[in-house]
């Protein structure tokens, strides 16, 4: 595979695909989001005004709601572009300030509740982290915005009570150490996910490389029909269903009568396009049921089941008669017969019998006169005679 070819895309679907990650488990994550509230309530009921605590929990609910409202709006819009980067980034930064409230509305009320707070606050940030993993410019926002609204007002309001320095330097050193482990950790997971579109390219590019040459293999080039490869795993099948089954089936052998004089005049390029042409009105004569491949040089074998010899014959006679009165091609205007050979099936008849039955019929058609039918029965080969012939 050229990765070269596929690296764009891949880069962008990866991009897509970690954006639709992200956005799942933040809105998974904000479901549980209540129950963190709940957490801070408790810890700070009787020991921080009451008022402090509802208008907290009103600002985070607020931004709760308009957070859903986007996530959906995010999950609805296709494709995912800039502008769906922005409002993650954009709800992720309000989710970080939102936490980061708790430092001007909870803290310096008591010094063992906020240590507790900012116990909460370190546990915040781990438990987001892994949300982001998928998308480090949601983390960076929501870092900021949970940095923004705690650090500045603890250095601004911090009293003796609360040690507003050490808090400071240390929620920061810990949000830039979860920034880096995070970062290093996203990188493997967005690597990983573009390995495994690659992945998928690839298999699917393999498996449209095996069908092709499955075709090659299995079809001739020149007239794109069925092969001698392909004719002989058909005619293996058939037998094996033949042998199990009480169903009239036959074969049909057809040469190109004195194609070597279409060479000789017109040249090979010529002949090609006969024997193209031949092929394609064989096969608009058959039934779509029927097989027709090229067995080799001007020589065509069509497979008939479901067909008894009668049918097969009325079918042979249709079209010796249709090839006969049609130009194959038209400049030069070159008209052609065909002799053809016709044969059963016979129960535990080999291919190798039936191929020789079928060619011993072709042969008596092309040694008495050629544009004929013959046909073997009673392991004899007579010519075939329509009523009335035209």
């Known amino acids: 595979m050229n990765t070269s070819t596929h690296t764009p895309s891949v880069r962008e679907d990866a991009?897509?695909?970690?954006?639709?990650?992200?956005?799942?488990?933040l809105q998974k994550t904000l479901f549980l989001t209540p129950l963190g509230w709940g957490l801070v309530a408790w810890l700070s009921h009787g020991h921080i005004p009451t008022k402090n605590i509802n208008i907290w929990i009103l600002i985070f609910f607020a931004e709760w709601i308009v957070a859903h409202g986007v996530i959906l709006h995010i999950k609805s819009s296709k494709p995912r572009n800039k502008k769906t980067v922005f409002l993650l980034n954009s709800i992720c930064a309000t989710d970080g300030i939102a936490w980061g409230c708790i430092v001007p509305f909870l803290f310096l009320y008591n010094q063992l509740i906020d240590s507790w707070l900012v116990v909460v606050l370190c546990g915040v940030a781990a438990i987001n982290a892994p949300v982001y993993v998928t998308c480090m410019s949601a983390f960076r926002f929501f870092a900021v915005g949970l940095w923004f609204c705690s650090v500045p007002p603890a250095l601004l309001w911090g009293m003796e009570i609360f040690a507003a320095t050490e808090f400071s330097i240390g929620f920061t050193i810990y949000l830039l150490i979860l920034h880096y482990n995070l970062n290093v950790l996203s990188t493997?997971?967005?690597?990983?996910?573009?390995?495994?579109l690659e992945n998928n390219i690839f298999a699917k590019d393999l498996a449209?490389?095996?069908?092709?040459?499955?075709?090659?293999?299995?079809?001739?080039?020149?007239?794109?029909?069925?092969?001698?490869?392909?004719?002989?795993?058909?005619?293996?099948?058939f037998q094996q269903k033949?042998?199990?089954?009480?169903?009239?089936?036959?074969?049909?052998?057809?040469?190109?009568?004195?194609?070597?004089?279409?060479?000789?005049?017109?040249?090979?390029?010529i002949g090609d396009k006969v024997?193209?042409?031949?092929?394609?009105?064989?096969?608009?004569?058959?039934?779509?049921?029927?097989?027709?491949?090229?067995?080799?040089?001007?020589?065509?074998?069509?497979?008939?089941?479901?067909?008894d010899l009668k049918i097969a014959l009325e079918i042979a006679e249709r079209i010796r008669i249709?090839?006969?009165?049609?130009?194959?091609?038209?400049?030069?205007?070159?008209?052609?017969?065909?002799?053809?050979?016709?044969?059963?099936?016979?129960?535990?008849?080999s291919i190798d019998d039936l191929i020789n039955k079928?060619?011993?019929?072709?042969?008596?058609?092309?040694?008495?006169?050629?544009?004929?039918?013959?046909?073997?029965?009673?392991?004899?080969?007579?010519?075939?005679?329509?009523?009335?012939?035209?």
């Open 15 to 25: 991009t897509g695909k970690a954006l639709s990650q992200c956005v799942e488990s």
């Open 208 to 237: 449209e490389s095996l069908k092709k040459v499955e075709i090659l293999a299995n079809n001739d080039a020149l007239t794109n029909l069925a092969n001698r490869r392909s004719l002989n795993s058909m005619l293996i099948n």
């Open 322 to 349: 249709d090839i006969e009165q049609h130009e194959l091609t038209s400049d030069p205007s070159i008209s052609v017969t065909v002799s053809i050979g016709v044969s059963a099936f016979e129960k535990n008849e």
């Open 358 to 390: 079928v060619d011993a019929c072709l042969y008596m058609a092309k040694n008495n006169g050629r544009n004929q039918v013959w046909f073997n029965t009673d392991n004899a080969a007579h010519e075939y005679h329509a009523s009335p012939r035209t």
């Open 188 to 196: 493997k997971v967005i690597l990983g996910i573009k390995l495994q």
């Open 242 to 269: 033949k042998d199990s089954e009480q169903e009239n089936s036959c074969l049909i052998m057809f040469d190109i009568d004195f194609f070597k004089k279409v060479n000789d005049i017109y040249g090979h390029a």
């Open 275 to 307: 024997l193209f042409h031949f092929g394609q009105r064989v096969q608009s004569c058959l039934r779509s049921s029927d097989t027709l491949s090229r067995y080799g040089g001007e020589e065509f074998i069509a497979i008939l089941p479901s067909a």
